[in-house]
Protein backbone atom coordinates (compact mmCIF):
# COMPACT_ATOMS: atom_id res chain seq x y z
CA UNK A 1 0.00 0.00 0.00
CA UNK A 2 1.26 3.42 -1.29
CA UNK A 3 2.28 6.41 1.78
CA UNK A 4 -0.49 8.24 2.03
CA UNK A 5 -0.49 11.75 0.50
CA UNK A 6 1.40 13.94 2.71
CA UNK A 7 -0.25 17.71 1.61
CA UNK A 8 -3.69 16.18 1.72
CA UNK A 9 -3.00 14.70 5.26
CA UNK A 10 -1.48 18.57 6.18
CA UNK A 11 -4.86 19.84 5.16
CA UNK A 12 -7.03 17.30 6.52
CA UNK A 13 -5.36 17.99 10.10
CA UNK A 14 -5.53 21.80 9.47
CA UNK A 15 -9.44 21.47 8.90
CA UNK A 16 -10.27 19.08 11.61
CA UNK A 17 -8.66 21.75 13.81
CA UNK A 18 -10.83 24.64 12.16
CA UNK A 19 -13.99 22.41 12.41
CA UNK A 20 -12.93 21.70 15.85
CA UNK A 21 -12.32 25.31 17.05
CA UNK A 22 -15.59 26.39 15.47
CA UNK A 23 -17.16 24.28 17.54
CA UNK A 24 -15.91 25.10 20.76
CA UNK A 25 -15.51 28.76 19.85
CA UNK A 26 -19.93 27.99 19.45
CA UNK A 27 -19.81 26.64 23.22
CA UNK A 28 -20.09 29.30 25.79
CA UNK A 29 -19.86 28.03 29.31
CA UNK A 30 -21.09 30.26 32.08
CA UNK A 31 -17.53 30.37 34.03
CA UNK A 32 -14.18 30.05 32.77
CA UNK A 33 -12.65 26.82 32.62
CA UNK A 34 -10.21 26.70 29.38
CA UNK A 35 -12.48 26.20 26.58
CA UNK A 36 -11.73 29.17 25.01
CA UNK A 37 -7.73 29.15 25.05
CA UNK A 38 -8.07 25.22 23.58
CA UNK A 39 -10.21 26.72 20.51
CA UNK A 40 -7.77 29.35 20.57
CA UNK A 41 -5.03 26.69 20.39
CA UNK A 42 -6.79 24.90 18.13
CA UNK A 43 -6.99 28.28 16.11
CA UNK A 44 -3.11 28.21 15.84
CA UNK A 45 -3.35 24.71 14.86
CA UNK A 46 -5.02 25.33 11.80
CA UNK A 47 -2.46 28.26 10.54
CA UNK A 48 0.45 26.25 11.44
CA UNK A 49 -0.85 23.45 8.97
CA UNK A 50 -2.09 25.42 6.60
CA UNK A 51 1.01 27.34 6.43
CA UNK A 52 3.36 23.99 6.56
CA UNK A 53 1.01 22.79 3.51
CA UNK A 54 2.46 26.28 1.59
CA UNK A 55 6.03 25.16 2.03
CA UNK A 56 7.86 26.13 -0.92
CA UNK A 57 4.82 28.31 -1.82
CA UNK A 58 5.42 30.93 1.25
CA UNK A 59 8.68 32.36 1.99
CA UNK A 60 10.39 30.05 4.48
CA UNK A 61 10.23 32.35 7.37
CA UNK A 62 6.83 31.86 7.40
CA UNK A 63 6.26 27.96 6.58
CA UNK A 64 9.22 27.42 8.88
CA UNK A 65 9.70 29.80 11.54
CA UNK A 66 6.46 31.04 11.61
CA UNK A 67 4.93 27.88 11.35
CA UNK A 68 6.77 25.82 14.50
CA UNK A 69 6.76 29.12 16.84
CA UNK A 70 2.39 28.73 16.33
CA UNK A 71 2.81 25.17 16.58
CA UNK A 72 4.60 25.85 20.00
CA UNK A 73 1.97 28.35 21.08
CA UNK A 74 -0.30 25.70 20.81
CA UNK A 75 0.70 23.62 23.36
CA UNK A 76 1.21 26.87 25.11
CA UNK A 77 -2.39 27.11 25.19
CA UNK A 78 -3.28 23.80 25.38
CA UNK A 79 -1.46 23.98 28.92
CA UNK A 80 -2.84 27.84 29.69
CA UNK A 81 -6.57 25.42 29.00
CA UNK A 82 -5.27 23.16 31.77
CA UNK A 83 -4.50 25.37 34.25
CA UNK A 84 -7.55 27.58 33.73
CA UNK A 85 -9.91 24.36 33.97
CA UNK A 86 -8.24 23.18 36.94
CA UNK A 87 -8.70 26.72 38.58
CA UNK A 88 -4.54 27.80 38.79
CA UNK A 89 -3.28 30.78 37.66
CA UNK A 90 -1.64 30.94 34.23
CA UNK A 91 1.72 29.39 33.82
CA UNK A 92 3.27 32.25 32.01
CA UNK A 93 6.79 31.25 32.46
CA UNK A 94 6.17 27.99 31.48
CA UNK A 95 3.93 29.10 28.62
CA UNK A 96 6.28 31.67 26.98
CA UNK A 97 9.39 30.49 27.37
CA UNK A 98 9.31 27.41 25.24
CA UNK A 99 7.80 29.56 22.43
CA UNK A 100 10.58 31.72 22.53
CA UNK A 101 13.16 29.14 22.29
CA UNK A 102 10.98 27.82 19.93
CA UNK A 103 10.79 30.72 17.68
CA UNK A 104 15.10 31.70 17.91
CA UNK A 105 16.43 28.31 17.08
CA UNK A 106 13.97 27.81 14.24
CA UNK A 107 15.25 31.28 13.09
CA UNK A 108 18.90 30.08 13.35
CA UNK A 109 18.27 27.02 11.26
CA UNK A 110 15.64 27.99 9.04
CA UNK A 111 17.53 26.45 5.75
CA UNK A 112 18.65 22.75 7.98
CA UNK A 113 15.20 20.67 7.97
CA UNK A 114 17.21 17.94 9.82
CA UNK A 115 18.24 20.44 13.22
CA UNK A 116 14.79 21.96 12.71
CA UNK A 117 13.10 17.93 12.88
CA UNK A 118 15.14 17.85 15.97
CA UNK A 119 14.55 21.21 17.77
CA UNK A 120 10.85 20.39 17.16
CA UNK A 121 11.04 16.52 18.47
CA UNK A 122 12.79 18.27 21.60
CA UNK A 123 10.69 21.24 22.62
CA UNK A 124 7.48 20.57 21.40
CA UNK A 125 7.67 16.96 24.00
CA UNK A 126 8.76 18.89 26.73
CA UNK A 127 5.78 21.27 26.62
CA UNK A 128 3.51 18.41 25.87
CA UNK A 129 5.03 16.76 29.08
CA UNK A 130 4.57 19.81 31.05
CA UNK A 131 0.36 19.87 30.36
CA UNK A 132 0.03 16.22 31.42
CA UNK A 133 1.83 16.58 34.38
CA UNK A 134 -0.41 19.95 35.19
CA UNK A 135 -2.76 17.05 34.40
CA UNK A 136 -2.13 14.26 36.96
CA UNK A 137 -0.52 16.47 39.35
CA UNK A 138 -0.81 16.87 42.64
CA UNK A 139 -3.68 14.56 42.03
CA UNK A 140 -5.54 12.60 39.05
CA UNK A 141 -8.84 14.12 37.84
CA UNK A 142 -11.68 12.33 38.48
CA UNK A 143 -13.57 11.35 36.75
CA UNK A 144 -10.49 9.93 34.75
CA UNK A 145 -12.21 8.93 31.32
CA UNK A 146 -11.41 12.79 29.79
CA UNK A 147 -8.28 13.34 31.39
CA UNK A 148 -7.36 9.56 29.59
CA UNK A 149 -8.44 10.40 26.16
CA UNK A 150 -6.38 13.79 26.43
CA UNK A 151 -3.34 12.04 28.11
CA UNK A 152 -3.72 9.72 25.13
CA UNK A 153 -3.50 12.32 22.05
CA UNK A 154 -0.91 14.69 23.74
CA UNK A 155 0.95 11.47 24.89
CA UNK A 156 1.01 10.06 21.29
CA UNK A 157 1.86 13.50 19.73
CA UNK A 158 4.90 13.27 21.98
CA UNK A 159 6.22 10.44 21.59
CA UNK A 160 6.13 10.56 17.16
CA UNK A 161 7.34 14.19 17.90
CA UNK A 162 10.51 12.27 19.88
CA UNK A 163 10.52 9.29 17.66
CA UNK A 164 10.40 11.01 14.64
CA UNK A 165 13.28 13.33 15.40
CA UNK A 166 15.40 10.58 16.94
CA UNK A 167 15.14 8.87 13.30
CA UNK A 168 15.84 11.97 11.35
CA UNK A 169 19.24 12.72 13.31
CA UNK A 170 20.15 8.90 13.18
CA UNK A 171 19.10 8.63 9.39
CA UNK A 172 19.02 11.54 7.74
CA UNK A 173 15.79 13.78 6.54
CA UNK A 174 13.81 12.46 3.04
CA UNK A 175 15.27 14.12 0.03
CA UNK A 176 11.70 16.21 -0.34
CA UNK A 177 11.42 17.80 2.95
CA UNK A 178 8.28 18.24 4.87
CA UNK A 179 6.33 17.66 1.87
CA UNK A 180 8.21 14.30 0.81
CA UNK A 181 5.35 11.46 0.98
CA UNK A 182 7.04 8.20 2.87
CA UNK A 183 6.18 5.86 5.40
CA UNK A 184 7.48 7.89 7.91
CA UNK A 185 6.20 11.52 7.09
CA UNK A 186 2.26 9.83 6.36
CA UNK A 187 2.54 8.03 10.17
CA UNK A 188 3.86 11.26 11.48
CA UNK A 189 0.87 13.63 10.43
CA UNK A 190 -2.26 10.78 10.05
CA UNK A 191 -1.20 10.98 13.60
CA UNK A 192 -1.41 14.43 14.11
CA UNK A 193 -4.78 14.31 12.41
CA UNK A 194 -5.68 11.53 15.19
CA UNK A 195 -4.40 13.79 17.72
CA UNK A 196 -6.30 16.64 17.41
CA UNK A 197 -9.57 14.80 18.04
CA UNK A 198 -9.04 12.86 19.81
CA UNK A 199 -7.60 15.45 22.72
CA UNK A 200 -9.75 17.74 21.85
CA UNK A 201 -12.77 14.99 22.73
CA UNK A 202 -10.77 14.28 25.74
CA UNK A 203 -11.17 17.77 26.55
CA UNK A 204 -14.85 18.36 25.77
CA UNK A 205 -15.26 15.35 28.22
CA UNK A 206 -13.49 16.74 30.95
CA UNK A 207 -15.83 19.76 30.77
CA UNK A 208 -18.88 17.51 30.11
CA UNK A 209 -17.72 15.22 33.04
CA UNK A 210 -17.34 18.41 35.64
CA UNK A 211 -20.62 20.14 34.44
CA UNK A 212 -22.69 16.63 34.99
CA UNK A 213 -21.14 16.17 38.69
CA UNK A 214 -22.32 19.60 39.42
CA UNK A 215 -25.58 18.90 38.43
CA UNK A 216 -25.73 16.05 40.51
CA UNK A 217 -24.70 17.76 43.03
CA UNK A 218 -26.63 20.81 42.92
CA UNK A 219 -29.67 18.57 42.49
CA UNK A 220 -28.85 17.23 45.97
CA UNK A 221 -27.32 20.36 47.53
CA UNK A 222 -28.43 23.71 48.58
CA UNK A 223 -25.98 26.47 46.70
CA UNK A 224 -25.73 28.99 49.84
CA UNK A 225 -25.06 26.54 52.39
CA UNK A 226 -23.25 23.29 50.84
CA UNK A 227 -25.80 21.45 53.30
CA UNK A 228 -28.80 18.40 51.45
CA UNK A 229 -31.55 20.38 50.06
CA UNK A 230 -35.06 19.68 50.72
CA UNK A 231 -35.63 16.95 48.66
CA UNK A 232 -32.44 15.10 49.11
CA UNK A 233 -33.54 15.23 52.97
CA UNK A 234 -36.95 14.03 52.28
CA UNK A 235 -35.93 11.10 49.93
CA UNK A 236 -33.52 10.12 52.42
CA UNK A 237 -35.93 10.74 55.10
CA UNK A 238 -38.01 7.98 53.38
CA UNK A 239 -35.20 5.72 52.23
CA UNK A 240 -34.30 5.59 56.11
CA UNK A 241 -37.29 4.65 58.06
CA UNK A 242 -37.76 2.15 55.27
CA UNK A 243 -34.67 0.32 56.11
CA UNK A 244 -35.21 1.44 60.19
CA UNK A 245 -38.68 -0.56 60.00
CA UNK A 246 -37.00 -3.66 58.37
CA UNK A 247 -34.51 -3.94 61.00
CA UNK A 248 -36.68 -2.97 63.70
CA UNK A 249 -34.07 -0.03 64.96
CA UNK A 250 -35.18 3.68 66.58
CA UNK A 251 -35.37 6.53 64.17
CA UNK A 252 -34.77 10.28 65.32
CA UNK A 253 -35.49 14.09 63.39
CA UNK A 254 -34.67 17.39 64.68
CA UNK A 255 -36.36 20.37 62.49
CA UNK A 256 -34.47 23.08 63.88
CA UNK A 257 -35.35 26.73 63.07
CA UNK A 258 -33.12 30.32 63.33
CA UNK A 259 -35.08 32.77 66.43
CA UNK A 260 -36.10 35.56 64.87
CA UNK A 261 -34.29 35.31 61.30
CA UNK A 262 -36.26 38.52 59.88
CA UNK A 263 -35.16 40.75 62.26
CA UNK A 264 -31.30 39.50 61.10
CA UNK A 265 -32.27 40.74 57.29
CA UNK A 266 -33.87 43.88 58.31
CA UNK A 267 -30.92 44.81 60.79
CA UNK A 268 -27.80 43.32 58.65
CA UNK A 269 -29.31 43.24 55.20
CA UNK A 270 -29.54 39.46 53.31
CA UNK A 271 -25.56 38.94 52.98
CA UNK A 272 -25.58 39.24 56.81
CA UNK A 273 -28.48 36.51 56.89
CA UNK A 274 -26.73 34.47 54.62
CA UNK A 275 -23.69 34.54 57.09
CA UNK A 276 -25.80 33.57 59.51
CA UNK A 277 -27.07 30.91 58.17
CA UNK A 278 -24.09 29.47 56.59
CA UNK A 279 -22.32 29.70 60.09
CA UNK A 280 -25.48 28.06 61.57
CA UNK A 281 -24.73 25.07 58.52
CA UNK A 282 -21.18 24.74 59.63
CA UNK A 283 -21.89 24.27 63.42
CA UNK A 284 -24.65 21.46 62.90
CA UNK A 285 -22.31 19.55 60.63
CA UNK A 286 -19.67 19.59 62.70
CA UNK A 287 -21.12 18.38 65.78
CA UNK A 288 -23.00 15.42 63.35
CA UNK A 289 -21.86 11.71 62.81
CA UNK A 290 -21.30 10.67 59.73
CA UNK A 291 -24.32 8.56 59.41
CA UNK A 292 -26.61 11.20 60.37
CA UNK A 293 -27.75 13.95 57.21
CA UNK A 294 -28.38 17.22 57.89
CA UNK A 295 -29.93 19.80 55.16
CA UNK A 296 -31.78 23.12 54.53
CA UNK A 297 -35.23 22.15 54.66
CA UNK A 298 -36.57 25.90 53.58
CA UNK A 299 -35.51 29.60 54.68
CA UNK A 300 -34.05 29.23 57.82
CA UNK A 301 -35.31 25.89 58.75
CA UNK A 302 -32.85 22.71 58.89
CA UNK A 303 -33.54 19.22 58.51
CA UNK A 304 -31.44 16.91 60.72
CA UNK A 305 -31.91 13.02 60.14
CA UNK A 306 -30.48 10.46 63.26
CA UNK A 307 -30.67 6.87 61.86
CA UNK A 308 -30.25 4.37 64.58
CA UNK A 309 -30.85 7.05 67.20
CA UNK A 310 -33.72 6.61 70.44
CA UNK A 311 -35.41 9.88 71.11
CA UNK A 312 -33.54 10.65 74.47
CA UNK A 313 -30.34 10.47 72.91
CA UNK A 314 -32.15 12.68 69.62
CA UNK A 315 -32.84 15.35 72.20
CA UNK A 316 -29.37 15.27 74.27
CA UNK A 317 -28.00 15.87 70.78
CA UNK A 318 -30.47 18.53 70.44
CA UNK A 319 -29.60 20.31 73.54
CA UNK A 320 -25.85 20.43 72.63
CA UNK A 321 -26.81 22.14 68.72
CA UNK A 322 -29.13 24.67 70.46
CA UNK A 323 -26.21 25.29 73.10
CA UNK A 324 -23.05 25.39 70.42
CA UNK A 325 -25.08 27.91 68.61
CA UNK A 326 -26.00 30.26 71.28
CA UNK A 327 -22.73 30.51 72.54
CA UNK A 328 -21.00 30.82 68.99
CA UNK A 329 -21.77 34.06 67.71
CA UNK A 330 -21.95 34.53 64.07
CA UNK A 331 -19.91 37.61 62.90
CA UNK A 332 -20.60 39.46 59.88
CA UNK A 333 -18.34 42.82 58.39
CA UNK A 334 -16.88 42.07 61.82
CA UNK A 335 -19.37 42.45 64.09
CA UNK A 336 -21.08 40.01 66.40
CA UNK A 337 -24.33 38.85 65.23
CA UNK A 338 -26.05 36.26 68.40
CA UNK A 339 -27.93 33.16 67.13
CA UNK A 340 -30.38 30.83 68.73
CA UNK A 341 -32.34 27.74 67.54
CA UNK A 342 -36.13 26.47 68.59
CA UNK A 343 -35.63 22.79 67.65
CA UNK A 344 -38.48 20.19 67.70
CA UNK A 345 -37.33 16.64 67.51
CA UNK A 346 -39.62 13.56 67.26
CA UNK A 347 -38.11 9.99 67.53
CA UNK A 348 -39.24 6.20 68.07
CA UNK A 349 -39.31 2.94 66.55
CA UNK A 350 -41.08 3.41 63.12
CA UNK A 351 -43.98 0.73 62.53
CA UNK A 352 -44.44 1.08 58.07
CA UNK A 353 -42.54 3.46 55.86
CA UNK A 354 -45.24 5.81 55.59
CA UNK A 355 -43.93 6.57 59.73
CA UNK A 356 -41.44 9.37 58.04
CA UNK A 357 -44.55 11.70 57.22
CA UNK A 358 -45.00 11.15 60.65
CA UNK A 359 -41.71 11.67 62.31
CA UNK A 360 -41.65 15.19 59.72
CA UNK A 361 -45.29 16.18 60.92
CA UNK A 362 -44.62 15.72 64.59
CA UNK A 363 -41.15 17.13 64.77
CA UNK A 364 -42.89 20.47 63.06
CA UNK A 365 -44.85 20.23 65.71
CA UNK A 366 -42.49 19.96 68.16
CA UNK A 367 -40.50 22.88 66.75
CA UNK A 368 -43.57 24.65 67.11
CA UNK A 369 -44.25 24.32 70.79
CA UNK A 370 -40.86 25.34 70.96
CA UNK A 371 -41.35 28.39 69.47
CA UNK A 372 -44.51 29.16 71.56
CA UNK A 373 -43.02 28.50 74.93
CA UNK A 374 -40.44 31.55 74.36
CA UNK A 375 -37.73 30.17 71.83
CA UNK A 376 -34.14 28.93 72.35
CA UNK A 377 -35.34 26.05 73.27
CA UNK A 378 -35.95 22.03 72.81
CA UNK A 379 -38.99 19.99 72.67
CA UNK A 380 -39.73 16.67 72.06
CA UNK A 381 -42.41 14.16 71.10
CA UNK A 382 -42.48 10.66 70.89
CA UNK A 383 -43.35 9.18 67.87
CA UNK A 384 -46.88 7.78 68.88
CA UNK A 385 -47.58 10.94 71.57
CA UNK A 386 -49.48 14.31 70.96
CA UNK A 387 -48.60 17.77 70.70
CA UNK A 388 -51.00 18.51 74.37
CA UNK A 389 -48.51 15.96 75.81
CA UNK A 390 -45.46 17.96 75.85
CA UNK A 391 -47.05 21.96 76.15
CA UNK A 392 -46.74 21.69 80.17
CA UNK A 393 -42.81 20.39 79.95
CA UNK A 394 -40.40 22.17 77.98
CA UNK A 395 -37.10 20.38 77.41
CA UNK A 396 -35.66 23.31 78.39
Known amino acids: MPPLDVPTMLLMTAAASATMAGSLAAVRPQRREGMGLW ?6 HTITYVLYTLRGVVPNWASVVLANTLLSGTFALV ?13 WRRMGLPVLVMAVLFALFMDDYRACVIVAGVVAPIQLTMVLWSLWRPRPPAPLRGAALL ?8 VLLASRSALV ?19 TFIAAFVVVILSSLGFILMTKDRADADNRYYAAHDGLTGLFNRRALLLAAHRDVAHAVRMHQPYALMMVDIDHFKSVN ?32 GGEEFLVLLPGTALHDA ?21 PIAVTLSIGVCGGRPQHAGSWETLLRKADQALYAAKTAGRNRVQCLALTQDLTDTLAAPVH
Do not use: N
Open 39 to 44: ALALVL
Open 79 to 91: LAAVHQFLGLALP
Open 151 to 158: TAGLGLQA
Open 169 to 187: ASRGVPAGGLLQTDGLQSL
Open 266 to 297: DGHGHPGGDRVLCHVAELLRARLRAQDMVGRY
Open 315 to 335: VVLAETLRGAVEQAPAVHEGR
